[in-house]
């Protein structure tokens, strides 16, 4: 895999992690069959969450997608949340022969909105309401905010490094040829040409926008998990 081909993985990645949680929980096959069962079940778990019909105001599913959905989250996290550790466990099962730990942590922080180390249903559900339904826009939003690890507005070279050292951990071992050691930092240099469009040394959420929008490949694959559930 060359390096245009990791430059794609690193914007299209999350939505690949998320139809692949999404076979974990084994929600791609089930049926959208109502259930009062799954509503008197929110109220025995730890953490109880926001009425269906909130969260369906607040995304992109109906209630009866939502009740599978919570079935599935429920059957992984009986407790109703998420913690660090039993997400890195999670997506350690699609990387055996990579280490997806770091990449895991930076995945949970964006999902942690709230920054109390936890990822509710409400929190899945809105994340993947934008990764599967919301426009291209929310998507790349959510892409950079994943991506601008301390959430001060602009991408440094610092922490697309540390993307990219994140991901050539979980998946460098799978490419053919294999990728040299100094892959990653090559990388950060051909993101920043195309996307640095003033040369200042960052990436702003305009810049980042305006470079996957005109970039074909990008923007036909996220289009490709929209009817999945």
């Given amino acids: ?137 929310e998507k790349l939003n959510w892409a950079f905010n994943l991506y601008d690890i301390n959430k001060d507005g602009y991408i440094t070279k610092e922490e697309m490094l540390d993307i990219m050292k994140a991901i050539y951990d979980m998946m460098g071992k799978c490419t053919y040829p294999v990728l040299k050691e100094d892959a990653p930092r090559q990388h950060v240099e051909t993101f920043f040409q195309k996307m640095d469009k003033n040369k200042d040394g960052i990436v702003t959420i305009d810049e980042f926008i305006e470079s996957c929008q005109k970039d074909e490949n990008i923007m036909r694959s996220m289009q490709l998990f929209e009817n999945v559930i």
Wanted: net charge negative; glycine share 6%; aromatic share 10%.
């Fill in 1 to 137: 895999m060359n390096l245009e081909g990791l430059e794609m993985i690193a914007v299209l990645i999350v939505i690949v992690l998320f139809v692949k949680l999404l076979e974990q929980f084994g929600l791609i096959e089930a049926g959208l069959e109502d259930s009062v069962e799954d509503e008197l079940e929110m109220a025995t778990v730890r953490h109880r969450p926001e009425a269906l019909e909130l969260l369906e105001a607040q995304s992109k599913f109906t209630k009866k997608e939502l009740q599978i959905l919570y079935r599935g989250f429920k059957n992984e996290c009986p407790s109703g949340v998420v913690n660090e550790e039993t997400f890195k466990e999670i997506y350690s099962q699609f990387f055996p022969q990579g280490d997806s730990t770091t990449y895991a942590h930076f995945l949970f922080n964006a999902f942690d909105t709230d920054h109390n180390g936890a990822v509710s249903f409400e929190d899945f559900i809105k994340g993947l309401s934008i990764l599967l339904r919301g426009t291209v826009q």
